[in-house]
């Protein structure tokens, strides 16, 4: 009788050894949640996507490429102190990861759309020196346009 119980014990450990191995691989990761709000976004299914990215940064609260989405997630459903607050954390978390400079610009478009000149002017100036930074002349000269664009077009 003993042996019938170790039997059964062993074979019970052995199970949820099984379960949880094989629950871990089902398990999605923020890069998988990130991909997944990504197609959402593209599908025009934003909310999804927002769902997605609030999933990816509960897996990784490092993860600014998640922020970055979130907030151009946030940003297409015209919810635009959402995506700015987004965006900001992104930077906050990681100010030297590629994606920051983006994020200003970003942060400087959507504070025009709410005539806030300041805030504006301020991520787009923010935006010039991060591309600079990055020997990104690219960034750059998009970035002076923006601030251009924004200093002509505000009253």
């Not at 591309?131 to 924004?150: H, K, P």
């Amino acid at each position: 009788m003993k042996k019938i119980i170790g039997l059964f014990i062993i074979l019970g450990v052995i199970g949820v050894t099984f379960w949880q191995r094989a629950n871990d691989e089902e398990r999605m990761h923020a890069d998988d949640y990130l991909q997944l709000g990504i197609e959402h976004g593209v599908a025009g299914k934003h909310e999804d996507a927002i769902e997605a990215f609030k999933k990816a940064i509960q897996e990784n609260p490092n993860y600014s490429s998640a922020y970055l989405s979130l907030g151009n997630a946030y940003g297409n459903t015209g919810r635009y102190k959402e995506s700015i607050a987004a965006y900001k954390e992104g930077i906050q978390i990681d100010p030297r990861h590629p994606e920051v400079p983006q994020m200003e610009m970003n942060i400087a478009s959507i504070a025009h759309k709410m005539n806030d000149k300041k805030t504006a002017v301020l991520y787009s100036q923010k935006a010039i020196q991060s591309f600079t930074d990055r020997n990104n002349l690219a960034g750059v000269t998009q970035a002076a346009s923006q601030l251009r664009m924004i200093e002509k077009n505000t009253p």
